[in-house]
């Protein structure tokens, strides 16, 4: 057949469908419309059964004129030239969204401006033209009626999803857009019936429980981090402006790197909660989520070590920069992008994390009800499931050598090799102050608001895993090490982490190096047998931690108590071990004063 020109309808009906591929597409294209018109309230109401969505609002409304031309191909009011295209500040701007729902359904829109009296009411046919309109009374804001959808299309009807599918996508849809919009509150209904809402807040720390039931606003650390103009930072690293723009006037360019950038991190604290799936580490730019794997990867791998094994975070990030860095036209749904400086970011991303699980007053737990069962469950923990584990053939040492050994690892070699990832910015320690221990495991220590238990072997493992991780070392051994019936594989697994193996004989291996920390221990052996038995760096570096904290059953003084408390405080991740245990339990004294009944009010002779 001969190359010919497609018929303009066919064009327009090929661009509709990759536009408008479902009840979800449907969903999206309106709500972000509505979001874009400043709406405060939306609500969905949707007819699966008849293929009907509407999407009602209460933002600014269209004026008649506008009404008139909305459905047209490629009609907006977002961008205006090419230019626009690299300073994208709404979510819609292609112009495409109602011109495709009209040609594949039947549209209807109602609105009424917020400053006018006259309301109207347009019907389009599926070129996007007007069949009729009429004036009639609506408050301010925009109906817009979607039935019919893929009427003459019946193949996609039956290619979609079942029902079920399509409404947990258009969930899905709507929850990431109340995520990017903490401050709009939602209304979704099926059939007239309610479906679920979503109540305005502040910040999407009061929005993620909405949406996760068994999450708590108290399990969730916001933080907000203000970035420098990205055009300082271009003057400090001899950053070449973005190479696809090029336009005659430069000053849309110039003005998007004199803007403030924002990073908006909402954390589920790895203490507690996290999730069986990764499912929910969303990342956002500039209102809309995305796919972001460098960003998504940042956040997993800034939170390694703080969650329990197989297990992954909550965590929803909002990157807000200047939209001259973000290039939005990579794919139809604008689900892909491309963002400049993308190494920057992930700085800024793990300075944000760093924040997010950083200890202070407000991690003092208020919830009463469940103290008593806390504190039981705390204590009645066995001291020896505390304890790091090896063989009995090992076990060659006094628990006062061992503990006078401890004392020398903890306050002298490694004080000086402390981490404090926290210095200089700002925030400080808590002030937490040993008062003593409970069962040799279990520091008290007394906070300005209540008391906190301190898990003192975890703490110290903490403590060991950053600074081992921060400075990881591999020292000669003189003499080796010789261990017997060493398998291929537990060879290959040490020289894999580093250690030099070399054969010493029938079925004896040399071992010529270790892990510094391991040196100056007489279970050696084992511990290198441990290594062997599988893991990568990161897993050894765990298990070498693990070995050389300090054991619970041991007793500290006061001082050694606050010192260790003060090491833990400026590490990087002080909620959890490397294990993914919560490091400490926290109890506020209005809590305490509730389960001792001193708001009963009896008379000063009984101390009240």
Not at 289 to 310: K, M, N
Not at 333 to 353: D, F, G, H, N, P
């Amino acid at each position: 057949m001969s190359i010919h020109p497609l018929p303009i309808d066919v064009i327009h009906l090929i661009a509709a469908g990759e536009v408008i591929d479902s009840l979800a597409a449907v969903v999206r294209e309106l709500c972000e419309n509505a979001i874009d018109a400043g709406a405060s309230r939306i609500t969905v109401s949707l007819f699966p059964d008849k293929w009907r969505i509407q999407v009602a609002d209460n933002g600014i409304g269209i004026e008649l004129a506008d009404l008139q031309l909305a459905a047209t191909a490629h009609s907006t009011s977002k961008i205006d030239d090419r230019d626009d295209l690299f300073h994208i500040t709404s979510l819609g701007f292609r112009g495409e969204a109602l011109h495709s729902l009209a040609q594949l359904a039947n549209l209807e829109i109602y609105s009424r401006p917020r400053y006018s009296c006259d309301g109207w009411h347009l019907v389009y046919n599926h070129q996007g033209e007007v069949l009729r309109q009429q004036q009639v009374a609506i408050a301010p804001g925009t109906i817009i009626n979607v039935e019919n959808l893929f009427g003459d299309w019946e193949a996609r009807r039956e290619g979609l999803p079942n029902l079920s599918q399509q409404l947990r996508q258009v969930q899905t849809i709507i929850y990431h857009l109340a995520l990017c919009y903490p401050q709009i509150s939602w209304t979704v209904e099926q059939q007239h019936r309610p479906w679920f809402q979503i109540v305005a807040s502040k910040t999407t720390q009061q929005i993620i429980p909405q949406l996760l039931p068994k999450v708590r606003v108290n399990d969730l650390q916001y933080v907000e981090l203000k970035i420098q103009p990205l055009k300082q930072i271009q003057d400090l690293t001899n950053l070449n402006p973005i190479s696809y723009i090029h336009t005659a006037d430069s000053s849309v360019a110039e003005k998007d790197r004199d803007e403030e950038s924002k990073i908006q991190l909402t954390l589920g604290l790895p203490d507690h909660c996290h999730r069986h799936r990764l499912d929910w580490v969303k990342v956002a730019v500039n209102g809309r989520i995305v796919r972001a794997p460098e960003l998504e990867q940042t956040i997993v791998s800034g939170l390694a070590r703080t969650l329990p094994r197989d297990r992954y975070p909550v965590c929803f990030l909002h990157l807000q920069i200047p939209p001259h860095y973000i290039d939005w036209n990579r794919h139809p749904a604008k689900v892909e992008i491309y963002l400049q400086q993308i190494e920057y970011w992930q700085s800024q991303v793990l300075q944000a994390l760093d924040r997010a699980l950083n200890l202070d007053a407000k991690d003092i737990d208020d919830d009463d009800t469940t103290i008593t069962s806390r504190i039981g469950k705390l204590l009645t923990v066995a001291e020896q499931q505390g304890a790091y584990q090896i063989p009995n053939r090992w076990r060659s040492l006094s628990a006062q050598a061992d503990a006078s050994r401890w004392r020398s690892l903890a306050f002298g070699i490694t004080e000086r090799a402390s981490i404090s990832s926290n210095d200089g910015d700002g925030l400080g320690l808590l002030e937490l102050r040993a008062v003593g221990q409970v069962l040799n495991t279990y520091i008290v220590a007394e906070h300005t608001d209540g008391l906190w238990l301190v898990e003192q072997h975890i703490a110290h493992e903490r403590v060991l895993y950053e600074q081992i991780t921060a400075a990881w070392q591999l020292l000669p051994l003189e003499p080796p090490i010789i261990l017997s019936h060493l398998s291929e594989r537990q060879i290959d697994q040490l020289q894999q982490i580093g250690l030099i193996v070399d054969p010493f004989g029938e079925g004896l291996s040399a071992i010529r190096t270790a892990p510094a920390p391991l040196l100056l221990r007489e279970d050696l052996a084992a511990a290198i047998t441990e290594l062997s038995l599988g893991g990568d760096l990161q897993a050894a570096q765990v298990a070498v931690a693990c070995r050389c904290a300090i054991r619970n059953g041991t007793s500290l003084s006061l001082s050694e108590m606050q010192s260790l408390l003060d090491r833990w405080q400026r590490t990087r991740n002080p909620r959890t071990c490397p294990h993914g245990r919560p490091i400490y339990l926290s109890f506020k004294e209005s809590s305490l004063a509730r389960s001792f009944r001193r708001h009963w009010v009896i008379g000063k002779s009984h101390g009240i």
